[in-house]
């Protein structure tokens, strides 16, 4: 079984009533496009949420539509792996705001034009209701475990304290309780590339010849890009070595590796993601802040959580470092919840958790049988 | 699986239905033990490989370092603190076993004590730090950084007004009178409260 290929089912639910936001508006006709993997139980007991990250999207362990490339965790979720589809029914739904086929700034408006900045500002919460709404319409009262990675991670931090009746477990991986102000300064550096652009046109490009503001958001994905691997990583794989080149062209090419690495990392990223979907994703995390939610004490936001909580950090990511998830920890624990923490060492920094780190593997796959 | 002697003696004396933390917990031996017997059983361990192990086991444990990371733990929210085999490692074993009775309503100490009479031995008549079954690790890469004897640790709780509830002492995996301890025990298991 193991060398099958994993089947895929894609769906897109519209939810039935309109769903609460905490800027105070209520979004009717919410579409939430998702997949799942493996097979419900009769009881719905082996039900895995997986929230991905900023600009992840529902195809967890199937090839990505756009690009054809394998989905964004095959490593962890598939038969007989950490995340096992032989045991589990895996769910994975596209974030609202986003751009692959759940409601965002893309999608079409009471008006029948696309909502562009009319979409209303979201949060990491209203994110986690349309997941419950998901839950709700597919069954599943309560999910053997909810896992996420960086603002994946945010969306179980989020789903445990707001929804505690709804998972028996949360995996958070490399993820915060709240954006720093280094955090949000770059993600302002990159909503700033896109807003700079001129085809940005105030967020009204759709439908003008395809040409949206792809220079801004690419600008942006570079930005956020560094922040994702480490400086030792960098160093490792570019050095300062020159890019198909014996010497310095004494211009403004492309001439170190590290930087035509980057230029192809920023241009990818526009043939698959929406600039408008990364303004209100990126606002949604720079938003986060879940003590703040809770009164202002963090160890509140889990006051009425029964679920077993692992954390885990590693020892490279600058973006979300390790302080972070300690802090979460020492917050579970003083809410008397059942908390494992771990900082794993691997050199890949914010982005480790999607590549290959076997200790990680052995720590999912142990927590989650 | 057969316990470590002075875990063994800690996992009969913590009544089921306890709430403990484990302080450099190791593997997750006593945890293990501990959540068996219906014990609310957390750990604490500062090895993160050790921690990976502990999680695999289905057990809660932080990576967490005994002289910094107690300080998070509100007062007396567990009814045991235990620090097994720990406190000679600790940077300031003093501050740990004030944070351990600060946190847990008692404490339970175990340490190797170092005037055992096969240690006193080897510095008498070897002049050499000693090498033995329970201190296995040569001098310079030992992590156990503050050596103490039963004698040096009853000392000190009575300075600080720390309560013995009980006391183990162990040679080899018996238990061995107190008379006399500090010179026939190998090893000494604390129950401590204040």
């Not at chain 1, 991986?173 to 993600?187: D, E, G």
């Not at chain 2, 002492?169 to 107190?178: E, M, N, P, Y």
């Amino acid at each position: 079984m193991a060398s099958a290929p994993l089947l895929a089912e894609s769906r897109v639910l519209t939810l039935a009533d309109p769903l609460p936001l905490d800027g105070g508006q209520r979004l009717a006709g919410v579409r939430l496009a998702y997949e799942t993997y493996g097979t419900l139980k009769a009881d719905r007991s082996n039900a895995i949420l997986i929230c991905h990250a900023l600009t992840g999207d529902q195809h967890v362990a199937s090839p990505h539509p756009i690009t054809g490339k394998p989905g964004w965790w095959v490593r962890m979720v598939g038969p007989g792996k950490p995340i096992d589809t032989n045991r589990f029914f895996v769910i994975c739904a596209n974030v609202l705001g986003s751009c692959m086929g759940s409601t965002g700034p893309a999608s079409e408006g009471p008006d029948g034009k696309p909502w562009a900045m009319r979409f209303p500002v979201i949060t990491i919460r209203d994110m986690v209701r349309a997941q419950v709404a998901l839950l709700d319409a597919l069954g599943i009262e309560r999910v053997h475990a909810v896992v996420g990675g960086s603002m994946g991670g945010m969306q179980v931090l989020s789903f445990a304290a707001n929804f505690p009746d709804r998972c028996a477990a949360a995996l958070v991986l490399a993820a915060t309780a709240r954006h720093s102000a280094q955090n949000i300064a770059f993600h302002e550096v990159g909503r700033q590339a896109i807003m700079a652009d001129p085809q940005w046109r105030g967020g009204d490009y759709y439908g003008a010849g395809g040409k949206g503001p792809e220079k801004g958001l690419a600008v942006a994905r570079m930005a956020a890009h560094i922040t994702y691997i480490s400086e030792a990583g960098l160093t490792e794989k570019f050095g300062r070595n020159l890019q198909d080149r014996a010497a310095k062209t004494f211009g403004f090419d492309a001439d170190f590796q590290v930087e035509s690495y980057l230029r192809y990392q920023g241009l990818s990223f526009t043939d698959r993601f929406d600039a408008n979907s990364y303004l209100y994703i990126t606002r949604a995390m720079d938003y986060f802040d879940l003590a703040e939610e809770h009164g202002g004490r963090l160890a509140d936001a889990f006051a009425a959580s029964r679920a077993r909580f692992c954390l885990v950090s590693f020892d490279t990511d600058w973006l979300y470092p390790t302080v972070e998830s300690r802090t979460i920890a020492h917050a579970l624990n003083a809410a008397g919840c059942p908390v494992s923490f771990m900082e794993l060492s691997a050199p890949f920094g914010h982005d480790s958790f999607l590549l290959e780190v076997p200790a990680l593997d052995r720590v999912v796959a142990g927590f989650l049988r | 699986m057969k316990l470590r002697p002075d875990l063994a003696i800690i996992a009969d004396h913590i009544p089921p239905g306890s709430s403990v933390l484990d302080v450099g917990c190791g593997d997750g031996e006593l945890l293990s033990a501990l959540r068996d017997k219906g014990c609310d059983a957390r750990g604490m361990e500062l090895d993160p490989h050790n921690v990976a192990l502990c999680v695999g086991r289905g057990l809660s444990v932080i990576q967490g370092d005994a002289d910094s990371d107690l300080a998070f733990y509100p007062d007396k929210s567990l009814d045991y603190a235990v620090l097994s085999q720990t406190l000679q490692t600790t940077k300031r074993p003093d501050l740990v076993l004030d944070e351990l009775l600060r946190v847990g309503r008692k404490a339970i100490v175990s340490f190797p004590n170092f005037a055992h009479w096969r240690v006193r031995l080897s510095l008498l008549w070897g002049g050499r730090m000693p090498v033995t079954r329970l201190l296995p690790v040569a001098w310079y890469e030992t992590p156990n950084i503050h050596h103490l004897t039963i004698a040096d640790f009853r000392a000190h709780l009575a300075e600080r007004g720390i309560r013995v509830e009980q006391a183990w002492f162990l040679k080899g995996d018996r238990l061995t009178s107190a008379a006399a301890a500090n010179f026939r025990a190998e090893h000494a298991v604390f129950l401590l409260s204040r």
